[in-house]
């Protein structure tokens, strides 16, 4: 009988899943999972409707990926259609919402989709190891698991982590494998937040709006530019419009530069047309003349100097230009995911360690990043699906 190769997967969410159902037609493979469950990220994730990817193509698709010459050639062998492909042949059809957003079709549930998966493993014939923690590599560069049932290396023809970051480590991402891959020898940059809220200099006026959103803005920090809706914080502000200029934050930051936002309150009003509005306007009447509601009042109180907002002569200029400091981004346990991981330059384009042709990473464990919108997890399907090719022309003669 032909020899099946023997794939160990270590870490049980979207990208070690999908991994494991393309494994799975020539190999035995074993998903090792520190939880209880695999998918429980993924299911947090779609607590508030599963965006699973995006509509986007070519460079519109890359370009949201950093870094992009890395990401490109992954996401043309398996983007946003080959992932629709794949859910509808595990039953689960999908449909384009606004902005581009892919959703699972209305009254799927996040729990019925990872049941999907885990029925297709289940039917190819993977087994789950629930409550196995990789720990260390021992003196032959095995990862040491220990666990119910089984406490020392893992004897393997591969093996594939897909560990996570360390956002919400409430899931099991906490990011304990850092220390184990640098002691091995592997350059691991450092994890940082991403997809998460900025903190703000907040005044005592603007905290009383935390928890109210402020609707249709633009926002912008150095070269990226966004539309979305945002929410006030007791912190600052998080959402959509927030989530994709994190990274430019985080670079000025990095560069020892004060980093700012600047928003559009206003983005489908020129500032000819709210100058005209204001024109015949009395004092009291200029908010409701220029149609801000009071949490955008607010804001733009809070950050427009008291003797320009009370004179008035540039505030359809403010309202369209509002410059904001940024003091710093939310902790890394509140952020939905995380920038770091492994450098690049320690993989092959297979996404196997180039000195350790065995082992394989996928998913956050790299260091890429990528804005909510279904970018996030469909850049962890592709990476999942990268690896798993990588290892099938590694093994499989």
Not at 91 to 113: D, L, M, N
Not at 162 to 181: D, I, K, R
């Amino acid at each position: 009988m032909k020899h099946r190769p023997v794939i160990r997967i270590i870490g049980g969410g979207p990208a070690g899943l999908i991994a494991a159902d393309i494994l799975a037609v020539h190999c035995d493979v074993h998903v090792h999972e520190q939880g209880r469950q695999v998918g429980r990220k993924f299911l947090v994730a779609g607590e508030g409707g599963l965006n699973i990817t995006n509509a986007a193509e070519g460079d519109s698709l890359a370009g949201w990926y950093t870094p992009a010459d890395r990401m490109r050639p992954l996401l043309e062998a398996f983007g946003p259609e080959a992932l629709w492909a794949w859910l509808l042949d595990l039953g689960v059809p999908t449909f384009v919402g606004t902005s581009g957003r892919v959703f699972p079709e209305r009254g799927i549930k996040p729990a019925q989709v990872l049941q999907a998966i885990k029925r297709r493993l289940a039917d190819r014939g993977v087994r789950i190891h629930t409550r196995h923690a990789f720990t260390v590599f021992d003196e032959r560069g095995r990862p040491v698991v220990e666990g119910e049932g089984h406490r020392g290396p893992l004897e393997a023809d591969a093996t594939l982590f897909a560990l996570g970051g360390a956002s919400w480590p409430v899931t099991g991402s906490t990011g304990s494998w850092v220390a184990p891959f640098r002691e091995f020898g592997i350059r691991v940059n450092e994890l940082r937040p991403s997809n998460c809220g900025v903190e703000l200099p907040m005044t005592d006026a603007l905290v009383t709006h935390a928890g109210k959103p402020l609707k249709n803005i633009d926002v912008r920090s150095g070269p990226i530019r966004v539309r979305g809706e945002a929410t006030i914080t007791a912190h600052g502000l998080e959402g959509n419009a927030i989530y994709p200029v994190v990274p430019a934050v985080r670079a000025a930051m990095a560069a020892g530069e004060e980093p700012t936002l600047e928003l559009d309150l206003k983005p489908d009003v020129a500032q000819e047309e709210l100058e005209r509005r204001l024109a015949g306007a009395a004092w009291k009447e200029r908010m409701a003349a220029l149609k801000l509601d009071r949490p955008q009042v607010a804001l733009l109180k809070a950050f427009t100097p008291q003797h320009r907002f009370m004179d008035g002569a540039h505030l359809a200029h403010d309202v369209k230009h509002l410059r904001i400091p940024v003091s710093g981004l939310r902790p890394i346990a509140e952020a939905i995911s995380t920038a770091g991981g492994i450098a690049w330059d320690e993989l092959d384009d297979e996404l196997s360690l180039k000195h350790h042709p065995h082992l394989f990473v996928a998913g956050e464990m790299i260091d890429w990043d990528a804005p909510t919108g279904g970018f996030l997890l469909q850049g962890c399907f592709t990476t999942g699906h990268a690896a798993a090719m990588g290892i099938l022309r590694r093994v499989v003669q």
